[in-house]
């Protein structure tokens, strides 16, 4: 439990203020154009891969206290089913963190693929004389990356997750042999 515990902590960690910085420096330095509900939605996401970094800390602490039991230590006995309510939780943690950055993720492309196509028609050399041309910007773009690095994020802390359950015999019908 510990090895996957800081295995899903840096990896969420690191992913999660990866992510964080990208959309700051992209929001910095860019103007949206249209719905702002990707930006709201990739924070959501970013803001759940932080929980979820606190979440599988916690996992670090349940199994210092398995090992101090374990050890006999006088502390008190850490139950099977505390340890498999505390991994599904972060599973939910890290599912409605997904869900969020995908949404994020499908509307910002949407937005991206619109830009593109309005600005199909625009004839290149005479952008100034167009009044509704909004060029897609590397900037626009680096808001993708920030989406991605967080739904990684996710996948990676929810990946150790479903292998701390599957250990602990709740995977019904998932037991893998190593």
């Not at 510990?2 to 899903?8: A, E, K, V």
């Not at 670090?60 to 505390?86: E, H």
Request: aromatic share 10%; hydrophobic share 55%.
């Amino acid at each position: 439990m510990r090895r996957f515990g800081w295995i899903g902590f840096w990896a969420q960690l690191t992913l999660s203020v990866i992510g964080a910085v990208i959309l700051l420096f992209s929001v910095a330095f860019t103007s949206l154009a249209g719905p702002r509900a990707s930006l709201y939605l990739t924070l959501v996401g970013i803001l759940a891969g932080f929980l979820s970094a606190f979440w599988n800390y916690g996992y670090l602490r349940t199994a210092g206290r398995m090992q101090d039991f374990l050890d006999g230590a006088d502390v008190a006995k850490v139950r099977k089913q505390s340890v498999v309510d505390l991994v599904t939780r972060g599973v939910l943690i890290n599912v409605a963190g997904l869900g969020a950055t995908l949404a994020g993720v499908q509307a910002l492309v949407g937005t991206l693929v619109a830009k593109t196509l309005s600005n199909a028609s625009v004839n290149p050399f005479m952008a100034s004389a167009a009044a509704g041309y909004n060029p897609v910007l590397a900037l626009d773009v680096f808001l993708v990356q920030a989406a991605t690095n967080t739904l990684l994020g996710h996948f990676c802390s929810m990946a150790c997750s479903l292998w701390l359950l599957n250990v602990l015999g709740e995977g019904r019908g998932l037991r893998f042999q190593v």
